[in-house]
């Protein structure tokens, strides 16, 4: 975990406190999902597995296409994110999501067992009843 003054993982340059932890605290406090864009929700889900919540990954997933149960892999940390577009406003009822994201192994990692890299993908996000949903991605 991370304190609110730590800087977001997101990579907005904001700290966690102003930035994706407002989203993850009103879930945690009222299971509320309150990210106002689709850029906003990849960038709270993108936190939420740098600092593994996968209660936040599994609510925001939509319910046709969300896995029954989520396993964050431990070996790696996800450190960084580029969007590269977002389209999709508050009021929009469909948007996307062109990103990259970037990982490393865990530390402690044995040398010889290490990796890193980025993956990119477009996410597809759907708003139903005033709430953002991640719905699914195609990796490039
Ligand atoms: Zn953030």
Redesign the pocket.
Known sequence: MIDSTTR?????G?T?GS???RYHRQFAQTGALTAPTPEALM??R??AFALNLPDYLLATWHPTTRPHSLELDESLRWYRLDILKATGGPFDPQGTVHFAAYYRSAPGTPKSQKVGGLQTEVSQFTREKGVWYYLDGAVE
């Open positions: 977001c993982p997101c990579g907005t904001d966690y930035c994706c932890q960038r709270s993108f936190t």
